[in-house]
């Protein structure tokens, strides 16, 4: 994630949010829980408001939380009730540590170049027969929208992404489009994928 984007999260976490913690999205997290057995260890990568890190304590499991805006950590760790890890993507060093990453809406502001190796490093994160969740908004666009740098990605970027032997090979459990779960943004469509190392 470049400068600019995180600037605007540290600018902008308050208002983020009280716009984003209460969005439901509790139908992606139950696909996605149903990769996982009870009490499973999950990362929430990412983390923005710590919405979803609180749900998945609430349900019984073992969460953890990142996000790269040290104001968003802030925050999260108040709503979530837990400390809240600062770092970029690129800085996660874990081996063999979750059961399950949660990267909702998170990734999308790397630069398509940077994926590839921050794919490897969720990889060697997850336990063996763990499982991924990621999230993008759905098209071909790369570059800057509204202040923020945003990759976007089609079914076609993700098989060829997740396939390209940059790190092994994921495999793709699931990939569905979805409509933008905030009111009055349902036309904007989602790319979303539960995956699993080979």
């Known amino acids: 994630m470049d400068n600019k984007t995180l600037e605007y999260y540290n600018k ?10 209460s969005v439901d999205v509790s139908g992606l997290r139950e696909r996605f829980l149903k990769y996982l ?18 749900a998945f304590l609430e349900a019984g499991y073992r969460a953890d939380a990142a996000d790269g805006s040290p104001e968003l950590c802030r925050i999260a760790s108040e709503n979530a009730g837990i400390p ?16 399950g990453i949660w990267a909702c809406a998170s990734l999308l502001h790397l630069p ?27 098209g071909n666009f790369e570059g800057e929208r509204n202040g923020r740098h945003f ?16 790190f092994g090979e994921w495999m793709i459990e699931e990939m569905w489009i ?21």
């Open 37 to 54: 057995a009870p009490g499973a260890r999950i990362l929430d990568f990412g983390c923005g408001s710590g919405r979803d890190a609180k």
């Open 178 to 198: 979805t409509g933008d779960a905030r009111p009055g943004r349902a036309a904007e469509k989602w790319l979303n994928a539960i995956l699993k190392m080979k």
């Open 151 to 166: 990759t976007d990605m089609t079914e076609e970027d993700l098989k060829e992404l997740t396939g390209s032997g940059h």
């Open 12 to 21: 902008t976490a308050r208002s983020y949010s009280a716009d984003t913690f």
């Open 112 to 138: 398509k170049g940077e994926l590839p190796d921050v794919f490897r490093r969720m990889a060697a994160a997850l336990k063996p027969g763990g499982c991924l969740y990621v999230s993008f908004k759905y």
């Open 84 to 99: 809240v890890k600062c770092m970029r993507f690129r800085e996660l060093d874990a081996a063999a540590e979750y059961d």
